[in-house]
């Protein structure tokens, strides 16, 4: 799978502009390998019509964003995630690199874009399995709304979230600005590999999670 995305960077000259990050996708973060034929009781877990009704307030109002600063761990504890974070550039062809399929626990950020924690849209994604079994992200579809999303950043703070929804989506409709579109406040978009699994074609879309800062430590 392969998503275009728009408007996640902000700020330093450092990052790409909105205009350059349209032109940034997102290559597969699932192999489905393992699943054999997609049906049997190890699927990945997809979230409910009831956590995609989006709340961009989330019911908290959002904290005062914070300098920027490199994330290097996010903690989902929830769904038992404690993962380290690598930093994801773009490819020759201009596709966001995945982190590497054989390291199960590990995530990464779009690192020329928004820090976690910092105003603007920020972007994690990972594997939901690989050809061993499941990866970093494989329970992300049954995330709550009202969970919380913790990221450890270099300088010491940690970033708190909480999340707003968690919708699945299709490869055909793809909501790319509502996604990656530029925020206003602190926002996070945490993403993986979801909405059903074919033999021929892989995974079928995404599972995305939306999430706003609501403080710091």
């Known amino acids: ?23 940034v996708t997102v290559v ?16 990945p877990p997809q979230p409910t019509a009831a956590e995609g009704r989006f709340d961009p307030g989330g019911g908290r ?13 996010i903690r989902v504890p929830a769904i038992r995630v404690n993962a380290p974070l690598t930093g994801l550039a773009l490819t020759p062809s201009g596709s ?3 982190p590497p399929a054989k390291e199960m626990n590990l995530a990464g950020w779009y690192e ?4 976690p ?37 270099r300088d010491g703070t ?15 409709d793809f909501p790319d600005a509502k996604v990656y579109g530029a925020a206003p406040r602190p926002e996070l978009r ?8 074919s033999k021929t074609t892989g995974y079928q879309g995404n599972v995305v999670v939306f999430a706003h800062l609501t403080g710091s430590r």
């Open 96 to 98: 966001l690199d995945a």
């Open 61 to 73: 109002s959002a904290a005062p964003g914070l300098p920027p600063s490199p994330p290097l761990r």
């Open 158 to 172: 940690v970033a708190v979230f909480t999340v707003d929804a968690v919708e699945v989506y299709s490869a055909r």
């Open 1 to 23: 799978m392969r998503r275009s995305a728009s408007g996640a960077g902000r700020g330093r000259s450092a990052r790409l502009g909105d205009a350059a990050i349209a032109a």
């Open 190 to 197: 945490v993403i993986t590999c979801g909405g059903g699994y």
């Open 28 to 43: 597969a973060l699932g192999s489905g390998v393992w699943l054999l034929d997609g049906t049997g009781p190890h699927r």
């Open 117 to 153: 924690g910092e105003t603007g849209t920020a972007i994690v994604a990972g594997h939901v399995d690989n050809a061993d079994g499941p990866a970093v992200f494989y329970d992300l579809g049954a995330l709550k709304r009202g969970a919380r999303i913790e990221v450890d950043r």
């Open 112 to 115: 020329a874009g928004t820090t």
